[in-house]
């Protein structure tokens, strides 16, 4: 009995949604890592197959194009929190894939409906193996990807704040630009047709806005070990 209620506590699937630069992947690894769970940053995907698209002369402002050649890289994604990796035709692409140039094109390569599909599947597939259990970090995790994750929780944070944070983890970036640049991504993520960045109607909103990171990870760890409390 005590196994397979132990079995129970830890399966916990938790989906965690949000624009950029509300603590998203910080507060998702390290909840996964304090709790024992695995880890996966389906944003990275989404990076990856745009920096294969690229790298490989793909025409990423042609729908078509990119549909045509969606099937053809190998990504793989390694699910610890203490060192999440990502390959793709097994080669290693943590690096490459948070090129500026990456980040430019990800929301023109991630909304064709292909891409999606593809991409859905896989993080779908690496999810049940999670029998451990899994904290999943994107944009529409828990509406669309994981819709019966045990746990959907959506980060939001100002327009401001976001582009504070963001502009601090990156060198003389000009902090008007980067919150420019984050808007935009937030209108292309949430206008496309296909699986837009949405709130699930049962995700618990956490305003990160005024909130320390270590202060955004207790409150999930919370959340998560409500779930995990078997009845």
Do not use: H
């Amino acid at each position: 009995m005590s196994t397979t209620v132990e079995t129970a506590r830890s399966s916990v699937i938790v989906a965690i949604d949000g624009p950029s630069g509300t603590g998203k992947s910080s507060t998702s690894k390290a909840v996964a890592a304090a709790l024992g769970l695995s880890y996966l940053d389906t944003g990275a995907q989404y990076r990856a197959i745009t920096w294969w698209m690229l790298t490989n002369g793909i025409d990423v402002s042609n729908p078509e194009e990119i549909a045509t050649a969606a099937a053809k890289p190998v990504i793989v994604s390694g699910t610890d929190p203490a060192a999440p990796t990502i390959t793709v035709d097994g080669e290693d692409a943590s690096g490459p894939i948070r090129t500026q140039e990456v980040t430019s094109k990800v929301s023109a390569v991630s909304a064709v409906p292909e891409v999606r599909t593809l991409i859905t599947a896989l993080q779908r597939s690496i999810a049940a193996a999670a029998t451990g259990g899994i904290v999943v970090e994107g944009r529409d995790i828990g509406t669309t990807v994981l819709p019966d994750a045990d746990l959907k929780i959506f980060l939001t944070a100002s327009p401001e704040a976001r582009a504070a944070r963001r502009s601090g983890e990156v060198k003389g970036s000009d902090l008007t630009a980067t919150r420019e640049a984050l808007i935009k991504r937030d209108a292309a993520d949430s206008g496309r047709k296909t699986s837009p960045l949405a709130k699930a109607d049962d995700a618990v909103e956490v305003d990160t806005t005024e909130l320390t990171l270590q202060q955004v990870i207790e409150c999930v760890v919370t959340l998560v070990e409500g779930k995990r409390v078997v009845a």
